[in-house]
């Protein structure tokens, strides 16, 4: 079975600073998707970022992007000029590739931003 | 973009009673949607595959006898609570994966029941 592993149940960043979230995960497969995803205290969940496991570039979004090491099985975010509005519970998610598979998520970092 | 929708947002129910909980996809058709639970300060759980024209699968310690879903249109699936008791309290949230992309799933803003 699939796993997602974050293992920073809380991470805090000055804003303008830059701040890594740590993800790993288990699977067996060599077709995948990696996401982060990022849950504002409204909780609705907002895509940040998006990996095709097959792609070797690391995906970017502005001021997201991702270290995507498929051999360790990692997946880490990177903010670069953090915001206050960045402060949220981001979650790290898994999909199989190829088929209407769900999400499976990791427990999640909670990020706060000090001004 | 795509958008999905939840109705209600909030519900508060007496114990013993049902909760019919609705996600909408409102300008996308889906034939897949997954019904989350997100306890207090913890992950979304998957609950339930919601597929069109056909039976949910649910993950195992689910109780499709308690937690009934209908996917009746390509726009719409529903999550009712049944004899709910003040353990199902929660967060409940639904995602539709659109017909046009196997991508990216849309999540709705979820909805909160809470029961007395």
């Known amino acids: 079975a699939q796993t997602v592993t974050q293992s920073q149940p809380e991470m805090s960043v000055q804003e303008a600073e830059t701040v890594t979230l740590s993800c790993t995960y288990d699977?067996?497969?060599?077709?995948?998707?990696l996401f982060w995803y990022k849950q504002p205290p409204s909780r609705q969940m907002i895509l940040v970022i998006r990996?095709?496991?097959?792609?070797?570039q690391n995906a970017t979004e502005n001021r997201f992007s991702v270290n995507f090491q498929k051999a360790a099985k990692s997946f880490s975010l990177k903010i670069s000029d953090s915001q206050l509005g960045d402060a949220a519970m981001y979650f790290c998610?898994?999909?199989?590739?190829?088929?209407?598979?769900?999400?499976?998520f990791g427990k999640g970092t909670k990020l706060s931003v000090k001004p | 973009g795509a958008v999905v929708s939840q109705h209600p947002s909030w519900v508060i129910c007496k114990s013993g009673t049902s909760v019919k909980i609705e996600c909408r996809s409102l300008?996308?058709?889906?034939?897949?949607m997954f019904w989350y639970r997100q306890f207090p300060k913890q992950s979304l759980m998957l609950m339930a595959t919601?597929?069109?024209?056909?039976?949910?699968?649910?993950e195992q310690g689910v109780e499709k006898d308690k937690f009934l879903i209908n996917h009746a249109s390509l726009t719409l699936s529903t999550l009712t609570v049944t004899s709910a008791h003040p353990e199902d309290s929660s967060f409940y949230i639904c995602?539709?994966?659109?017909?046009?992309?196997?991508?990216?799933?849309?999540f709705g803003p979820g909805t909160r029941l809470t029961v007395l």
């Open positions: 995602s539709a994966l659109p017909l046009s992309s196997y991508n990216e799933q849309f």
């Open positions: 990996q095709e496991a097959y792609k070797q």
């Open positions: 699977t067996s497969e060599s077709d995948y998707y």
């Open positions: 919601s597929n069109e024209g056909s039976k949910a699968t649910y």
């Open positions: 998610a898994y999909r199989r590739g190829g088929s209407q598979g769900n999400l499976i």
């Open positions: 300008d996308f058709q889906a034939t897949t």
